[in-house]
Nanobody
């Protein structure tokens, strides 16, 4: 079973930036499309970014398009999410997973990393 460890979250002021990371171990993720999800208290987990196996294609919902950038380094078995122009509504726990049709593939989630945006 693959292990996913998210890191890099923290407290940031509105308009600020943060880069979070997802390190996979146990097996390679190079053959999978990967994505980031977030979950705020009382809300369902939502898809916020996706990237295909090679990194040539990315996908974002309108809520984050133009502000978030997903990238990957297959040699390091790691996925990143650069978040700019952060808004209070971006506050959530962020998780990564392999994705297909914007849906998680691995049934085991990491602990996530908390991102809090103050207003």
């Amino acid at each position: 079973q693959v292990e996913l460890v998210e890191s890099g979250g923290g407290l940031v002021q509105a308009g600020g930036s943060l880069r979070i990371s997802c390190a996979a171990s146990g097996r390679t993720i190079s053959g999978h499309a990967m994505g980031w999800f977030r979950q705020a208290p009382g809300k369902e987990r939502e898809f916020v970014a996706g990237i295909n196996w090679s990194g040539a294609k990315t996908d974002y919902p309108d809520s984050v398009k133009g502000r978030f950038t997903i990238s990957r380094d297959n040699a390091k078995n790691t996925v990143y999410l650069q978040m700019n122009s952060l808004k209070p509504e971006d506050t959530a726990v962020y998780y990564c997973n392999a994705v297909r049709y914007k849906t998680a593939v691995f049934n085991s989630w990491g602990q996530g990393t908390q991102v809090t945006v103050s207003s």
